[in-house]
T-cell receptor
Framework: EDQVTQSPEALRLQEGESSSLNCSYT??????LFWYRQDPGKGPEFLFT???AGEEKEKERLKATLTKKESFLHITAPKPEDSATYLC???????????FGTGTRLKVLA | NAGVTQTPKFQVLKTGQSMTLQCAQD?????MYWYRQDPGMGLRLIYY???????DKGEVPNGYNVSRLNKREFSLRLESAAPSQTSVYFC???????????????FGEGSWLTVV
């Protein structure tokens, strides 16, 4: 069964304290892995799409990487405005469905 | 460019009442989705439409119906609302083609539904 597990559930960082969020997945074949940011009261906002192991993408303080079993979202020198819930999702080959993890709630303290 | 637009943003229903959530996308996407999001449960797929004219059940379809009105619009109907359907509902769309942002799924801002 296709499955996505995110860890940790919650993370508190001091401003400038770099860290990584984990997304482990199990799919029969990966069509794409997606990272989103979700602020309270808002819809998920697209961050990155990764397609194959070894791929990396960056945007400001965020960098997403992908292996055959997991993806990491690295946050370098975070700021309070990076506080949000970060969601990971996968789409398996041959399907239109997207499977989401339950997210990591990130709080960055000034 | 509005992306995915949902209405209404907030709604309170009494048990047994019916209502329809409306969704429209302006990205010319083929596929559209309805998810619900509950604390600790993540986003769960209710129904999806791979392309105009087709709809399929997702993970939690009971108590819901959908209509893919045309390529742009995909509505979700609660025929007889129950308190267990209190949730945040998100409509989303994606393109089947693998372009630079590929088959990325894009979300609306959500509809907060309370059933009392």
């Amino acid at each position: 069964e296709d499955q996505v597990t995110q860890s940790p559930e919650a993370l508190r960082l001091q401003e400038g304290e770099s860290s990584s969020l984990n997304c482990s997945y199990t799919v029969s074949g990966l069509r794409g892995l997606f990272w989103y940011r979700q602020d309270p009261g808002k819809g998920p906002e697209f961050l990155f799409t990764l397609y194959s192991a070894g791929e990396e993408k960056e945007k400001e303080r965020l960098k997403a990487t992908l292996t055959k079993k997991e993806s990491f979202l690295h946050i370098t020198a975070p700021k309070p405005e990076d506080s949000a819930t970060y969601l990971c999702a996968v789409q398996a080959t041959g399907t239109y469905k997207y499977i989401f993890g339950t997210g990591t709630r990130l709080k960055v303290l000034a | 460019n509005a992306g995915v637009t949902q209405t209404p943003k907030f709604q309170v229903l009494k048990t047994g009442q019916s209502m329809t959530l409306q969704c429209a996308q302006d990205m010319n996407h083929n596929s559209m989705y309805w998810y619900r999001q509950d604390p600790g449960m993540g986003l769960r797929l209710i129904y999806y439409s791979a392309s105009e004219g087709t709809t399929d059940k997702g993970e939690v379809p009971n108590g819901y119906n959908v209509s893919r009105l045309n390529k742009r619009e995909f509505s979700l109907r609660l025929e007889s609302a129950a308190p267990s359907q209190t949730s945040v509902y998100f409509c989303a769309s994606s393109d089947r083609r693998r372009t630079s942002s590929g088959n990325t799924i894009y979300f609306g801002e959500g509809s907060w539904l309370t059933v009392v």
